[in-house]
């Protein structure tokens, strides 16, 4: 399938090293986030959450950081492999309210 | 079923063309929702469905999309009088509840007009 996007951020990391995507989020009042991976030709699929009484979960070989001070958002995948080249997308929500307010994506290269 | 599905997963339409997208959420979801996702874009949100409520509408760009869910389960966006602006995958999500524990996506469909 083709690429979702052709102008989005693009991060290019060597196969077995770590990565990192770096978002920010708009809303102050987000209390739930999100990080989506969505491989060409697919939807989103969820990869790890976290909700704002928290600053760092860890999943199988992924972490999301946030700081809630500054609205910024991390995800770290260690020892980056082929398969983890996609679209990832963070997504926040508030409380109460049922619409998810998505970033505009950034793009992850595996090099072999 | 076991996943949100999506159909058609591509269509081509001629400028002007009314055009319908299927999406067939997972059994038991009562939450529905339509995103747009363009080229170089993010996610835009389009509609929402939660159970017999009345939708959350104001995400559709214009009165040309209109969005229904029939028995509370299948949903068909309409598009009349599609424009070339109108490309794009149109990605049909279900959840539990009012999107708490995040959404499950379909493929999407990828509108062409050409």
């Known amino acids: 399938g083709e690429s979702v996007g052709l102008h989005l951020p693009t991060l290019s990391v060597q196969e077995g090293d770590n990565s990192i995507i770096n978002c920010a989020y708009s809303n102050s009042a987000s209390d739930y986030f999100i990080w989506y991976k969505q491989e060409s030709g697919k939807g989103p699929q969820f990869i790890i959450d976290i909700r704002s009484n928290m600053d760092k979960r860890q999943g199988q070989r992924v972490t999301v950081l946030l700081n809630k001070t500054v609205k910024h958002l991390s995800l770290q995948i260690a020892a980056t492999q082929p398969g983890d080249s996609a679209v990832y997308f963070c997504?926040?929500?508030?409380?109460?309210?049922?619409?998810?307010?998505f970033g505009t994506g950034t793009r992850l290269k595996v090099l072999a | 079923g076991a996943g949100v599905s999506q159909s058609p997963s591509n269509k081509v339409t001629e400028k002007g063309k009314d055009v319908e997208l299927r999406c067939d959420p997972i059994?038991?979801?009562?939450?529905l929702y339509w995103y747009r996702q363009s080229l170089g874009q993010g996610l835009e949100f389009l509609i929402y469905?939660?159970?017999?409520?009345?939708?959350?509408k104001s995400g559709l760009p214009s009165d040309r999309f209109s969005a229904e869910r029939t028995g509370g389960s299948v949903s068909t966006l309409t598009i009349q009088r599609t424009q070339q602006e109108d490309s794009a995958v149109y990605l049909c999500?279900?959840?539990?509840?009012?999107?708490?524990?995040?959404?499950?996506f379909g493929s999407g469909t990828r509108l062409t007009v050409v």
């Open positions: 997504a926040e929500k508030a409380s109460g309210t049922y619409k998810y307010i």
């Open positions: 999500a279900s959840s539990r509840r009012g999107g708490d524990y995040g959404y499950t």
């Open positions: 059994s038991g979801h009562t939450a």
């Open positions: 469905f939660q159970g017999n409520s009345a939708p959350d």
